[in-house]
């Protein structure tokens, strides 16, 4: 405490206080040796004693050691000479002036550059349709049940004629199943309709799978949170998981009881397959993601011991579809063949303009241009200046379309048996597989999913099933055509001419190009006499 008549306060403490202090000091000190007693610190380096005086040859001794001392001192500066010589070589050769030819870093610099164009050549020309088909049959080939995916927004439109004409007709007596996903996004009545009219040909699974799927080691770290801070959005949840799980099950312990099912998953671009191997084997296996086309080979996860997936890249669409199932079903956007706003132009044109706008909460529009305008003012799509961002607002409305966000629907259709089935292959397809199991796990995923309201669901104009592509011969690249460098003379033309007509025939073809690449304007007579509806600015202005 600071008295008041000094200037300075008083160091003085109590004895107990002091008392204190020191023994903490003494602790202190005592922990310091003992830690630097334990390490080898606190130990004197012991003297060295030297030759003693009464040993023999003691100065022959101490000679020999100032003569190893000596040596390794000259070997030192030796080392240290050789290093300084060799910095100043390579400093010398560095200096010294060389032509391009001889420089090794320009020679170096024009390798890793060929040779990254050819890597990026051989990185796009592998993907092709060709490549694409090849993988599709050798999953086919390779599986015993071959699963189906449809999207339960339009299960007619996702249907390939020619795969399951092709997983029937292949020898080994295989199983085709449809699988209904995307369920959430299609009313109750839609989805239980479209079952009861696929069921009559083949079985139907009803699923809904997981987008919040994680990698193990991700999995690994949320497991030590409780219960309650889980992710359980409409998302995260899945059904159907365990009735498909249930019904292969049953079917391998009939057919190969020994061996290992082979189960391969096929569809259509963004259908829905990655994440449904995803979901059953409960974390992220398989790349996916809202982007068409991400699967690009073949892909093998097992689920179980005696039970293996197949992840196999999307049917490649015939180009004979109607536009509209080409905007949903296959590449043409992501591979340059149309632009993203033809094919928007294409969808909004099946759909009806009431839903569309209170879906996007957008006013009434004039065209697809004014939609996607309006659509890109809408979420922030606007580039410098405020334009907005017409390619990135079509994209998103694509994803939306195909991917697992927007909820429509489309009519339930009474279906003809197409001319690959009958009777008989129908019961022999259904043969070996428990039906009973599969309607009471069907029931129970159609009661535990929340389904939209029909009047918040886009009504889609459905153009039947999707032809596809599974033969690579039946596949015709479209040539890329080479850009012509300025400046190079043509070819002569290839038949018999004299001297003179060739130089004819170069001229005309030269002056038909310069012709081609200018723009021509044309005159037009225009009248400027007046007329009688002219306007005077003496009436108005005096």
């Not at 070997?75 to 010294?96: H, L, N, P, S, V």
């Not at 040779?115 to 051989?122: A, F, G």
């Not at 699923?207 to 992710?231: N, Y």
């Not at 200046?385 to 009519?411: C, I, P, R």
């Amino acid at each position: 405490m600071k008295r008041p008549k000094l200037k300075k306060a008083s160091k003085r403490v109590s004895c107990s206080q002091r008392y204190k202090i020191q023994k903490k000091v003494r602790e202190h000190n005592r922990k310091l040796k003992k830690e630097a007693g334990k390490k080898g610190v606190g130990k004197r380096a012991k003297k060295d004693l030297g030759v003693p005086n009464i040993a023999p040859f003691k100065e022959e001794v101490l000679r020999e050691a100032e003569q190893r001392k000596l040596k390794i001192e000259e070997e030192k500066q030796k080392r240290k000479q050789e290093k300084i010589d060799e910095r100043a070589k390579r400093k010398k050769e560095r200096d010294a002036p060389r032509s391009e030819s001889e420089n090794p870093k320009a020679k170096k610099a024009r390798v890793d550059t060929d040779e990254k164009e050819v890597s990026k050549k051989n990185a796009i020309n592998k993907y092709t349709k060709q490549f694409l088909c090849s993988e599709i049959n050798t999953v086919i080939d390779q599986s015993d049940v071959i699963l189906e995916v449809l999207d339960a927004r339009d299960p007619l439109g996702y249907r390939c004629p020619q795969l399951e004409e092709a997983v029937l007709t292949r020898p080994g007596n295989k199983k085709l199943l449809l699988v209904l996903t995307k369920i959430d996004l299609v009313p109750q009545e839609n989805v239980e309709k479209w079952i009861q009219c696929l069921e009559q040909e083949f079985p139907v699974v009803a699923f809904k799978a997981s987008t919040q799927l994680v990698d193990k080691t991700v999995q690994e770290k949320k497991r030590r949170f409780p219960d309650s801070l889980l992710d359980k959005s409409r998302a995260s949840l899945s059904f159907g998981n365990a009735c498909l799980l249930g019904l292969l099950e049953s079917f391998q312990a009939t057919s190969k009881p020994e061996g290992t099912l082979k189960v391969g998953v096929v569809g259509f671009p963004n259908v829905g397959k990655s994440s449904l191997i995803n979901t059953m084997k409960g974390l992220r296996a398989c790349n996916a993601g809202v982007k068409r086309g991400i699967t690009k080979s073949m892909q093998d996860v097992f689920i179980q011991k005696n039970l293996k997936l197949y992840d196999s890249p999307g049917i490649v669409a015939s180009p004979s579809n109607p536009p509209a199932s080409l905007a949903l079903r296959s590449l043409q956007v992501e591979e340059g063949e149309e632009k993203a706003l033809e094919a928007v132009r294409t969808l909004l044109k099946q759909c009806d303009k009431v839903q569309v706008m209170l879906q996007y909460n957008i006013p009434d529009y004039r065209n697809s241009l004014e939609f996607i305008t309006l659509l890109a003012k809408k979420r922030g799509y606007l580039m410098k200046g405020g334009v907005a961002n017409m390619e990135q607002s079509a994209t998103t409305f694509l994803d939306d379309w195909t991917g697992a966000k927007l909820s429509y629907h489309s009519k339930v259709e009474s279906l003809s048996m197409p001319p690959y089935l009958s009777d008989t292959v129908v019961t022999e397809n259904k043969k070996g597989l428990n039906l009973l199991k599969l309607q009471t796990g069907n029931e129970a995923t159609l009661q535990g999913v929340k389904y939209p309201n029909k009047a918040s669901s886009i009504s889609l104009i459905s153009k039947g099933p999707t032809a596809g592509l599974l033969n690579p011969t039946n596949i015709v690249q479209k040539p890329v055509p080479i850009p012509r460098e300025e400046g190079k003379e043509l070819e002569e033309p290839n038949r018999e001419s004299g001297p003179g007509e060739d130089t004819k025939d170069v001229k005309k073809i030269t002056d038909n190009k310069n012709k081609s690449n200018k723009v021509q304007f044309q005159s037009v007579p225009v009248d400027i006499s007046p007329n009688n509806d002219t306007y005077d600015f003496n009436t108005d202005f005096k």
